[in-house]
């Protein structure tokens, strides 16, 4: 049913009982399942948002690209805590190129405290701009003990911004309010997306599309495999919608490198959706966008920029109008670990001996750090975390790294009895998460990918676990 035609659900939605349940299993680590179910009689949301706009001189992406010179927008920190549900759920989005590893497990357990929960209820998500922060503890470590090498990231900096999600946090549930429908809708986003591996005769990829490009002939090939479709999932109290979450697949960057912080394309479409509903909270995630771009479409010309966030926008309205409202019945969050096995190409003696090699580019010489800290990770057998929000037949999904399209569509092949929305680059530590028929394809995409092909079954059967449950 559409907006204006639910009133007679309203009283039944503020009467029913909402189920919240955790499920914790285990894909690659030998855990049993855990299963805590929570009868209540209300729901309340608390959005929160703060700045996390870097300070001047910050490194961008990893040190490959320009630091921070300037600013066009600010970058932000989203989310919405809810509550009545057992111990609260929280899910933010962070206009950061990634958090990893031990920075991202950091983000979820401040945010946790702050919550009066658990960090294994949180979910942590960057909509993936590139002139901003790539924040990975042990490779910033590793980087600043080169003594020769701009730091990747400023810890101070890090720091401050815990100490802003927990004051956001602590803050917002003080003003919580009663949602009693959720709301969903979808359309399609009109010249944006295009799959970026365009396969030669071989089978192998190439040329990339990335996510600009000028070449004529890349240009003029077909969409490739995309998911077209722009998901908005609402929360409501009666008719008044409350807060809104926003789930794309494509890289959200028009051009960068120039060393202006911005929230680039999809931020400048949020922010302008959000200018005309103050009394929402708005919230964009990038879905499974590893292998997709806005190339096809976008010459990276600066004039390009505007025009992007305009044909998202105008996806996030058409959206808006196809969302139909049904009072919230159950309630369940559910959870998996995942730790795929390094891929045997990645040797942390050899990528040691490239960061100390003062003769090779600082691009060269950082981007191996993040290789090292996950092989670190895997040995130490400290798992990412899966996650899912579900209410009644809506679910999302939040993924790890940069997964590729497909998977994502399997979510949604799989289980056509939901309205499934997902939210990739969590946890950035294993990085791309490519397909297993990608590898042999080769591409960019697959040479920083640091985990084995049977990341690709592993990723499906967490899926797999996190939907059926919902």
């Not at 920029?305 to 996806?315: K, T, V």
Request: hydrophobic share 40%; glycine share 8%.
């Amino acid at each position: 049913m559409d907006r204006r035609t639910f009133v007679s659900s309203t009283a039944c939605g503020a009467a029913g009982l909402v189920t919240g349940s955790l499920v914790h299993n285990s894909i690659s680590l030998a855990v049993d399942a855990v299963v805590d179910r929570h009868r209540v009689t209300q729901l309340h949301i608390a959005p929160f948002r703060f700045d996390v706009t870097p300070p001047l001189g910050h490194g961008c992406c990893g040190n490959w690209i320009k630091p921070i010179e300037g600013y066009d927008d600010a970058h932000e920190a989203i989310g919405f805590v809810l509550m009545g549900a057992g111990k609260p759920i929280v899910v933010c989005s962070v206009d950061w190129t990634g958090i990893l590893n031990q920075a991202h497990v950091q983000w979820r357990e401040a945010i946790a405290d702050a919550a009066d929960t658990t960090p294994d209820r949180v979910a942590v998500q960057v909509v993936h701009q590139h002139n901003a922060p790539l924040a990975c503890l042990e490779a910033a470590k590793l980087v600043s003990s080169q003594g020769d090498l701009p730091h990747v990231l400023n810890i101070d900096y890090f720091h401050r911004c815990l100490d802003a999600a927990r004051t956001a946090v602590k803050q917002a549930m003080f003003q919580g309010e009663r949602v009693t429908h959720i709301g969903s809708g979808q359309a399609k986003v009109v010249d944006v997306a295009a799959n970026r591996r365009i396969l030669g005769p071989n089978g192998k990829v190439r040329a990339s599309r990335s996510s600009s490009c000028t070449d004529p002939e890349l240009r003029a090939l077909p969409d490739g495999l995309i998911d077209p479709f722009l998901k908005t999932i609402a929360f409501y109290a009666g008719e008044r919608k409350l807060a809104a979450c926003h789930y794309y697949a494509c890289h959200p960057m028009s051009y960068y490198g120039d060393g202006r912080a911005s929230s680039d394309y999809c931020g400048l479409a949020r922010k302008r959706r959000q200018g005309e509903e103050a009394g929402c909270t708005h919230i964009y995630f990038s879905g499974c966008g590893g292998n997709i771009g806005a190339g096809k479409y976008n010459d990276g010309s600066p004039k390009m920029r505007p025009i992007l966030a305009s044909r998202i926008y105008d996806a996030i309205v058409a959206a808006d109008k196809a969302i139909s409202l049904q009072p919230i019945s159950s309630v369940s969050w559910s959870t998996c670990d995942f730790l795929p096995m390094v891929d045997s190409r990645w040797d942390e003696e050899k990528l040691l001996a490239q960061i100390h090699d003062k003769k090779q580019a600082v691009v060269n010489r950082s981007r191996p750090a993040y290789t090292v800290a996950w092989i670190r990770r895997v040995n130490q057998r400290i798992p990412v975390v899966l996650s899912s929000l579900h209410i009644n037949d809506v679910s999302i999904m939040h993924l790890p790294g940069e997964p590729f399209v497909e998977f994502q569509l399997q979510a949604q092949q799989n289980h056509p009895a939901r309205f499934v929305a997902t939210a990739g680059y969590g946890d950035g530590g294993p990085w791309y998460l490519p397909t297993a028929e990608a590898y042999p394809q080769l591409g960019y995409e697959v040479s920083v990918a640091w985990s084995a092909p049977a990341a690709d079954q592993e990723l499906r059967n967490g899926m797999q676990q996190l939907l059926s449950i919902g």
